[in-house]
């Protein structure tokens, strides 16, 4: 999958779900490139769905 060289650093895929760092900031993405939860923490873990 090739997603937009936007973010400065990217976490593996977790449940269909990976880490991305922009200005600092980590958020979410899923395997369609869109944000899900956007960029606004300090730090990360690994996402899990709940209810998947």
């Excluded at 593996?12 to 899923?30: E, M, N, Q």
């Excluded at 956007?38 to 899990?48: K, V, Y």
Aim: net charge positive.
């Amino acid at each position: 999958m090739a997603i937009k060289n936007t973010f400065h650093e990217v976490r593996d895929f977790h449940d269909s779900v990976a880490a991305v760092k922009t200005k600092g900031k980590w958020g979410y993405f899923d395997t369609n490139g869109n944000i899900i939860i956007t960029p606004q923490f300090e730090n990360c873990l690994n996402f899990t769905l709940i209810g998947k």
